[in-house]
């Protein structure tokens, strides 16, 4: 998943020192730099962006006074060389604040704590402008591992996460089976319990009770049973 940053800061030599930090992670991406908030502002009403780079002494508007006049702002993490606005930046909400210089390991830390704050409902992205193949990014262990869904054998859920169980691998992450069962492509993928979302391509044998795939058995609820067995004929020539 890349995010989407503004960089705002009255000081030229202080983007930079950002940009180049930013240019060493790949899932951040820079969509714009501001020398005041003035610009910024007026720039966020065409650009969706995820996370916002803010200085706070600049002149014309300051950074906590530009955060106040948005009504939905994005994650904010401060960088200023002013150490006496910390209890400001933190009761309004920031990811984390920056003390100039600010050295590529601690920018590091803040990235980390913004990727924990992202809400779970973003941290899969299905990628429909390539349809061949078709694929999902998922977060797990701090790091988005991208899945083809044709190579997904079965979603399981595990409570406040789930299981991708594909051909080769099996990828645990902080995520709800119902949100991933309203994403993934229908006609392809099937709910045949409250926990177990199936890949019907892989569908090995099937009847009343249960499915199985690559040698697992998975139970069919009986709150899902009549969808479940009306797709499952359907998807079915039997001989």
Known sequence: MTLNCFIIDDEPLAIEVIENHISKIDSLEIAG???NAVKAFQALRD???DVLFLDIQMP???GIEFL???????KVIFTTAYREYALEGFELDVIDYLLKPISFDRFLKAVDKLYDNIPSSTTVEVAAAHPSPRYVFVTSEKKNIKICLDEIEYVESKRDYILIKTS???VLTHQTI?????HLPDGCFLRVHRS????????????SHEVEISGETIPIGRTYKREALDVLSANSEVL
């Open 33 to 35: 730099t501001f020398q």
């Open 47 to 49: 650009t969706q962006v």
């Open 60 to 62: 014309r508007l300051t």
């Open 68 to 74: 106040r006049t948005l009504k939905n702002p994005p």
């Open 168 to 170: 080769n691998k099996e």
């Open 178 to 182: 119902t949100y991933m069962d309203e």
């Open 196 to 207: 177990f979302i199936i890949n019907l391509k892989k569908l090995d044998s099937w009847n």
